[in-house]
């Protein structure tokens, strides 16, 4: 509500007003023609009949005839500013002027709970979610539960003064005030995503619908802005003075406000009435009382409730004459200063100037919401339920008596968990000569016994023995308690291998936001060969190459790029949730050279830990550069898609890779006989080569990072080659040398076995001693103080301002380095302070500043063979588009748990779990060279017809018409959309003790056919795309019942059907998307995951949620069709295209029983009768015709309310 204290010239001590005071010869309560006695003690109805109050103990009035229930005081003589109708608990709220917050339970209005919001501000705005309630100040939203414990406190700008808050979804929150903006907030990370602009300032009432988000201003003027990007579609002048109150039902728009005088503002009496489908203003309604607050209350009319600021209060109709025999009087104590109406329209409830809360209702017995939960009350005190003690008994127990602990000595009974773990006795294994002689029925063993051992006893080892069974069980207590894995003990758990727990519901129940709470996204680890997330996560932070290949598209099927500009794609769009390289990985294991460089698993390889990961990862990582390098510059035909233009990234022969990673190398080889041979090349990244170990050296000498890093860049070393002048192999001399700096510099670590783990431990502890010393010897520097804001965050986020000298154990890597090349063209390189930058004379002599970026560390284990992670120092420009804010962090990227770091545990290697693999240095300000515009490819010449990859099909018939250029879809199109698929892995479960069902590993899914549909238009359900997918990977299951794939009709040789590529449908698909298409069908959220999809939740309607009723069952397709278009379908097999013309046809059907969202409670009652007809059935379709024709809801009385429309 807006704060609207200045509208009575009494109400000065208020917060300042948004209007001018009133005229004082427009503050007449009542019609002069109407005696304000008579309206005290009767209520009228439409009719003009009075109808005595008879108070609390009434009698039942009929639908829509209010009378007052209760009044009580919240806190005397501080004014009501807010009052709010919780919407998940029979709880009405209330804040005052004071800060304080109130809640009332039920129609008896019992005081539930009273805390304190804010120290000093009023409370401009409340409303209530699921977990908890949202209270707005002038300065502050807080989430508080209902109880009074804070959930959150989120402060605004000092010069903020917010009137409006408005709840889009369960997650986001726009909050508006006397700004020129309107910020939008995540609830669950409680920060600031989007900051719309608005043209007029003063937003002071928000309101939205399912078509338009409506912001009332101080003005006067009403605006109707865009759901998706609040950009304005219209604005209505309303009134010449301000805006008072305005409410939103179906199509129509009702204001109230105040038309400016000569002598200030008056309060107009006439309200302006707009239809939303012609987007004018229609006959303006006259009433009888001062209009300060208006709000909607349809039962079985559109009504209108009116209300003034003495409170008179008078129903009409928005379309037709108001009566003034529709006006009834709350006895208010002083002015009227907040109103609202309860979800179930049963209760309306006044706060006044004196502190008083009025609860009107149409009976006794009201309740808030029309399905409420139970509310949570406080526990009884238990004190006066202890049983009497008998002081005389001898054996009296003392320890029933409750004594606090004073003491600070620790108790007896509080032992160590050393000491309380369980220690289960192992299982003997089966004896050899039963495994020998068993046969095997099904998952059942059956042997004769060899009566060996004596009937219904098994003997134990001792504890022994049993030691030598199980060497894990010496491991030290884990400082953490992670007692499932004990043998972790040193390893974090953010660090350790995440596993996803499956349910009955899949994903849908897996809590992700416990692992990642901030908005980049994670991807999943369950995917063959899904090692290398870590190293795609480096790659999408890395700026140029992430606009690279957004920008990239070839003809190629299977082509790296591409598929890495999906994903980035796809990444850039998710806010916060997970996504997975399904189609990325998919290309990859197509790609010759990956297999033969065994970069491929086999599943057996990745769940036993047989891998060297840490290895197989710096392959993985040399492959990457060298393919991109290769795809990027290929000009074998042109670089676009069927036409598109060409990328913006350069199509001479030089690549973005090269220009970013590319160094130029000279290789120089002496034989012994004098001759020289130098060749140059290219190379993208350079390995890391350590100093020769003797055994006979005991001692490894002390060395710096960078002398290290120039020996390994520039190599020396002494190996047999042909020599042509002896025509022989000789000993030779090899030196490699670089021409220029890299802007990338990509080190492989190279950490492969126990000698050169040694070596980089023993140089961690030289540096670790170095510092030490260099401590001691400086004197203490004053800390320069910091912003406390910046203490709370680092202190929430457990990181820390300062370096501390213990943060830099295992610490052997410098955070930057210093590269220069003189005048010989010799490389030298020193590590440098990370906070300095180079003097003018330095950057003459082309010295250069690395700062390292990303370090992938193998984290240990030997059991699965452990798990590669990432830390990664994400810049300016990702946390502006994912945060908006500027500024650098480290984060820790283990698949889809995100956490930010310290800046020195990127650079820690405790060598005993965790071993270095790969590091990124990069040039400062490399990145203002590149054009890091992203230009989308996907044009819409891919929806054009393309022929059969089938020989066969191009012969037959096809299932569908393309679009021709006249139908391409526009922005709020409307595409059934539905998909099939086959089985590639089969699910991997285990049976527990208990008989339940745990999935290790869920079944992998392959898209083979993919439907679309028009969903508007005269050629509305002809389809336009009906793509069968090609696959070149082995299918486990065609799952013929459930997708209608037959074998064959994949195979490019023997289909009759329309074949395709993945990628070319894809593509289709990606750019409807863009477009902005809405996508209706029945369980797309699968369908958008096998497909690998990202699509915004504005852009899907799924009816499975459209007739789903909250914790009750979700209803098949073929159910709801039979029920609700009386269609038979899925008898024997699936159509993709009959279920997404049947899902369009569902979604018609929605719109037209709940006229479009208008009316709630008509359509929960044909819910509830659809609910009520499956259990009837057990949610089986009928087969017999008789039957089909005797249940039919269109035969049945099912919503007969509704069966008029």
């Keep these: 509500m807006m704060n609207f204290d200045g509208l009575d010239p009494g109400m000065g001590d208020y917060p300042p007003a948004l209007h001018a005071s009133l005229d004082p010869g427009m503050e007449q309560s009542l019609d002069p023609r109407l005696d304000p006695s008579l309206l005290q003690s009767v209520e009228l109805d439409p009719a003009g009949l009075p109808v005595p109050v008879q108070g609390s103990d009434s009698v039942h009035l009929p639908e829509g005839m209010y009378s007052e229930l209760h009044s009580v005081v919240s806190e005397g003589g501080v004014p009501v500013c807010a009052s709010h109708f919780d919407l998940q608990e029979e709880l009405l709220w209330i804040g005052n002027h004071r800060g304080h917050a109130t809640s009332f339970f039920g129609p008896t209005m019992g005081r539930y709970s009273s805390f304190q919001v804010h120290a000093s501000d009023d409370i401009r705005q409340i409303h209530s979610m699921e977990s908890g309630v949202l209270f707005l100040s002038k300065s502050n939203l807080k989430c508080v539960t209902r109880g009074g414990l804070v959930m959150f406190d989120y402060l605004m700008e000092e010069s903020a003064d917010m009137h409006s808050l408005l709840l889009t979804d369960n997650t986001t929150a726009l909050v508006g005030g006397l700004q020129n903006y309107v910020t939008q907030i995540d609830l669950n990370t409680v920060q600031e995503t989007q900051k719309f602009s608005v043209e007029v300032p003063g937003v002071a009432i928000m309101r939205h619908s399912n078509r338009f988000f409506f912001c009332g201003h101080t003005s006067g003027k009403v605006s109707l802005r865009d759901l998706r990007s609040f950009t304005l579609e219209q604005e209505f002048d309303a009134y010449s003075g301000s805006l008072s109150d305005f409410d939103v039902h179906g199509n129509l728009l009702v204001t109230c406000g105040f038309s400016s ?72 104590v002083g002015q009227l200063m907040s109103f609202d109406v309860s979800s179930s329209k049963q209760a309306l409830a006044f706060g006044d100037s004196g502190g008083c809360v009025h609860l009107w209702s149409d009976s006794a017995e009201a309740s808030f919401n029309s399905y409420s939960r139970e509310p949570e009350f406080a526990l009884p005190c238990m004190v006066d339920t202890l049983p009497h003690l008998d002081w005389n008994h001898d054996l009296l127990p003392l320890s029933l008596i409750p004594v606090p602990l004073s003491s600070p000595e620790q108790l007896l009974s509080d032992w160590a968990s050393a000491y309380i773990l369980p220690q289960p006795r192992h299982a003997p294994p089966v004896d050899p000569e039963i495994l020998r002689t068993m046969k095997t029925v099904g998952f059942i063993g059956y042997a004769p016994n060899p009566r060996n051992r004596l009937r219904n006893q098994v003997p134990y080892k001792t504890k022994e023995a049993e030691n ?86 070839c003809q190629k099927e299977f082509c790296l790029a591409c598929e890495l500009g999906f994903l980035f794609h796809m990444l850039d769009l998710s806010r916060g949730d997970p996504c997975q390289a399904s189609n990325f990985l998919r290309a990859f294991r197509t790609i010759p050279e990956a297999s033969a460089l065994g970069l491929i698993l086999a599943d057996s390889d990745e769940q036993t830990g047989k891998v060297n990961l840490g290895r197989l990862i710096q392959s993985w990582n040399r492959f990457i550069l060298t393919h991109l390098h290769q795809e990027t510059q290929e000009q074998e035909g042109p670089q676009a898609y069927r036409g598109v233009s060409n990328s913006a990234f350069g199509s001479s022969g030089e690549s973005v890779i090269g220009r970013l990673f590319g160094c130029e190398v000279e290789n120089s080889s002496t034989c012994r006989c004098g001759k020289e041979t130098v060749r140059s090349s290219l190379t993208l990244l350079f390995t890391m080569h350590y100093p020769d170990l003797s055994t006979a050296d005991k001692i490894i000498k002390e060395y710096d990072f960078s002398e290290i890093l120039k020996r390994s860049i520039c190599l020396e070393q002494n190996t047999q080659a042909w020599c042509e002048n002896c025509e022989k192999y000789q000993p030779t001399v090899q030196t490699r040398n670089i021409r220029c700096l890299p802007d990338v510099l990509v080190i492989n670590c190279e950490v492969n076995s126990t000698k050169e783990a040694e070596f980089w431990e023993a140089q961690a502890q030289y540096a670790f001693k170095k510092a030490i010393k260099k401590e001691e010897m400086e004197p203490p520097k004053p800390r320069e103080p910091n912003p406390p804001e910046w203490e709370e965050l680092c202190t929430a986020e457990g990181l820390s301002l300062y370096t501390s000298v213990e943060e830099l154990r295992h610490v052997w890597i410098p955070l ?33 500043v690395y700062d390292l970026v990303v370090t992938v560390p193998h984290v240990l284990d030997p059991r699965t063979g452990g798990n590669l992670v990432a830390h990664i120092k994400v810049g300016e420009t990702y946390h502006q588009r994912k945060e908006g804010v500027t500024h650098q962090q480290w ?32 040039k400062r300000n490399c990145h203002s060279k590149y054009d890091l515009r992203i230009k989308n490819p996907i044009e819409a010449s891919v929806l054009l017809a393309e022929a059969s990859l089938a020989r066969k099909q191009r012969k037959s018939h096809a299932t569908f018409i393309p679009l021709m250029l006249s139908e391409m879809p526009q922005a709020g199109d409307l595409v059934g959309l539905d998909a099939e698929f086959v089985t590639l892995n089969q699910e991997e479960a285990e049976l527990r003790s208990d008989g339940t069902k745990s999935t290790i590993k869920p079944s992998q899914m392959s898209v083979a056919r993919i439907t679309c549909v028009r969903g508007q238009g005269p050629n509305e359900g002809v389809p336009f795309i009906d793509d069968y997918i090609s696959t070149q990977e082995q299918v486990v299951d065609y799952l013929t019942q459930y997708s209608g794939i037959k074998p064959g009709d994949l195979d490019a040789k023997i289909s009759s059907k329309h074949l395709t590529t993945l990628k070319s449908t894809y593509l289709k698909l990606r750019f409807l998307i863009d477009v902005g298409v809405k996508f209706v069908g029945h369980g797309l959220q699968k369908d958008f995951r096998v497909i690998n999809l990202l699509v915004l939740k504005d852009q899907v309607i799924d009816t499975v949620y459209l007739f789903h009723m909250p914790r009750k069952r979700m209803i098949s397709l073929r159910f709801l069709a039979w029920y609700f278009l009386d269609l038979k379908i899925q008898s024997e097999t699936h159509d993709s295209t009959e279920d997404a013309r049947t899902a369009l046809q569902l979604y018609r059907k929605y719109l037209m029983l709940s006229s479009k969202g208008s009316r709630p409670e008509e359509f929960r009652k044909v819910l509830k009768g659809l609910y009520e007809k499956g259990r009837k059935i057990d949610w089986k379709v009928p087969d017999c015709e008789g039957a089909e024709n005797q249940n039919s809801p269109k035969n049945t009385a099912v919503f007969p309310s509704v069966m008029g429309m």
């Design 261 to 332: 005088r000569m002598s200030g503002q008056a309060c107009e009496r006439f309200l302006m009435v707009y239809d939303l489908r012609m987007m004018r203003a229609i006959s303006p309604l006259q009433v009888h009382v001062d209009p300060l607050f208006l709000r909607f209350i349809p039962t079985y009319t559109s009504r209108l409730a009116i209300i003034s600021q003495t409170g008179q209060c008078q129903f009409c109709e928005p379309t037709g004459l108001a009566n003034l025999a529709d006006v009834f009087h709350v006895n208010t």
């Design 468 to 553: 030598e069974y199980d060497s894990y069980n010496q491991v030290p207590e884990s400082p953490i308690g992670r007692e499932e894995e004990p043998h972790l003990y040193m390893v974090p758990k953010k660090y350790r291998k995440v596993t996803i727990k499956y349910s009955k519901l899949g994903l849908e129940d897996f809590d992700f936001k416990h692992y990642n709470k901030t908005l980049f996204a994670g991807l999943e680890p369950h995917i063959p060969n899904a090692y290398c997330n870590c190293m795609i996560q480096v790659l999408y932070f890395l700026e140029p190459i992430r606009c690279l290949v957004q920008n990239h598209l």
């Design 816 to 848: 930057s380095l210093k590269m220069t090349m003189n005048k010989n063209k010799e490389l030298e390189v020193t590590s440098w302070n990370e906070g300095e930058e180079l003097s003018s004379s330095e950057e003459a002599q082309g010295a250069v």
């Design 891 to 922: 984060y820790l990227f283990n698949d889809f748990l995100i956490e930010p770091i310290d800046k020195c545990e990127a650079a820690q290697f405790d060598l005993s779990w965790k071993v270095p693999a790969i590091l990124y240095y990069t």
